[in-house]
């Protein structure tokens, strides 16, 4: 989020909690439910996904034409590109198996809390861990080459 448009602030609030009302509401905040999806028994977390692609389609198409200037954050539009390398590889994979173990994606976890999931704050926890250290590990490895860089 962007300091520029502070006034924005209690809409991106609300707009965090219509999110997790709606994931609350369609259940997809309940592991078991993420987990019977995965084990394909349940594919109601398949239309909940191809909803919202759907509507992620939609708003990167319209967006961009319907305002010049920026969105809400006072950034410009555009695509950021991200090449396919073994970090992206690795960190899917890892996001993946997170997934898997605990039932839940990021955004449903903090929704899980409010219906009352305490449990999900050792899958929460996982997530702050492994964040922390994917930004150490970055740091280290942008500091090895640019210390290379230095001696060439």
């Not at 609030?13 to 084990?39: K, N, T, W």
């Not at 903090?110 to 994917?134: C, D, E, K, P, R």
Request: aromatic share 14%; glycine share 14%.
């Amino acid at each position: 989020m962007s300091d520029r448009h502070p006034a924005f602030m209690p809409l991106i609030f609300v707009g965090g909690l219509i999110f997790g009302f709606g994931l609350a509401f369609s259940h997809m905040a309940r592991p078991e439910v993420v987990l019977d999806f995965l084990q394909f028994e349940d594919f109601g977390l398949l239309f909940v996904m191809f909803g919202a692609a759907i509507v992620s389609g939609i708003a990167f198409a319209v967006m961009p034409r319907l305002r010049d200037s920026a969105p809400l954050t006072g950034d410009a539009y555009g695509r950021r590109l991200k090449s396919f390398d073994r970090n992206v590889l690795f960190g899917g994979a890892i996001f993946g198996v997170g997934w898997g173990l605990s039932g839940i994606c990021p955004g449903a976890a903090y929704a899980s809390l409010g219906i009352g999931n305490v449990t999900i704050l050792w899958a929460l926890a996982g997530m702050f861990l492994g964040a922390y250290l994917q930004g150490y590990w970055r740091s280290r490895s942008q500091a090895r080459d640019t210390t290379a860089a230095g001696a060439d």
